[in-house]
């Protein structure tokens, strides 16, 4: 079975510091990948996208990049947080029109 | 850009009272999807409606989606403690199956 790893659970940075976050599937090739992010009682917004090695859409203009250096790994990064990137970090894959969610990373920037 | 309009924000309802939360487009939907969180979790997938027109049920949950295919609604008959949980629509776009999100309808049960 298909199974989704994010780490770390949770995260506590200051301001100007970076970022690095980790997902990875198992159980499934050549899946897609997707990073969102949560604030606090709100919606998800989608970051990022992947449809395989190397191939990395942005959804929207930021601080954050992506990068998927092997079939299923996704990473986001930053150089320097702010503190509006503080949220509820989720990345997801699909083979098809249904998305598994992983556990999610909860940053908080200080 | 595209967007799904989710009402209402939130819903706080006493146990065995039933539940409704509705998604809005301006434009026609190829599919809706309905995920749910429960309080400090993540989205779970709960079903995929494709078809004008189309009901689905599972369990005490009904899923309707509209004859123009620009709503969809959420049913919960006799709402239980587990219920608890925030519920999104969805839409899978292209060929990339991206989501774009509802703003979700918060669900608290009063035991």
């Known amino acids: 079975s298909q199974t989704i790893h994010q780490w770390p659970a949770t995260l506590v940075q200051p301001v100007g510091s970076p970022l690095s976050l980790e997902c990875t599937v198992e159980?499934?090739?050549?899946?897609?990948l997707y990073w969102y992010r949560q604030a606090a009682g709100r919606g998800l917004q989608l970051l990022f996208y992947?449809?395989?090695?190397?191939?990395i859409s942005s959804e929207v203009p930021q601080n954050l990049s992506a990068s998927r250096p092997q079939d299923r790994q996704f990473i986001l990064s930053s150089k320097k947080l702010l503190l509006s990137d503080s949220g509820f970090y989720l990345c997801?894959?699909?083979?098809?029109?249904?998305?598994?969610f992983g556990p999610g990373t909860r940053l908080l920037v200080l | 850009g595209q967007q799904v309009m989710q009402i209402p924000q939130y819903q706080h309802v006493q146990e065995g009272e039933d539940f409704t939360t509705y998604c809005n487009s301006s434009?026609?939907?190829?599919?809706i999807q309905w995920y749910k969180q429960r309080p400090g979790g993540h989205p779970v997938f709960l079903i995929q409606?494709?078809?004008?027109?189309e009901v689905k049920k599972q369990k005490r949950l009904t899923f309707q989606f509209g004859e123009a295919k620009k709503n969809s609604s959420l049913h919960i008959t006799a709402t239980q403690t587990t219920d608890v949980g925030t519920y999104f629509c969805?839409?899978?776009?292209?060929?990339?199956?991206?989501?774009?999100f509802g703003s979700g309808t918060r669900l608290l049960v009063r035991p």
């Open positions: 997801a894959w699909s083979t098809r029109e249904t998305q598994y």
């Open positions: 159980g499934t090739s050549n899946p897609n």
């Open positions: 992947s449809v395989g090695i190397g191939q």
């Open positions: 434009t026609t939907l190829s599919n």
């Open positions: 409606l494709v078809k004008s027109g």
């Open positions: 969805a839409e899978s776009m292209d060929s990339s199956y991206k989501l774009i």
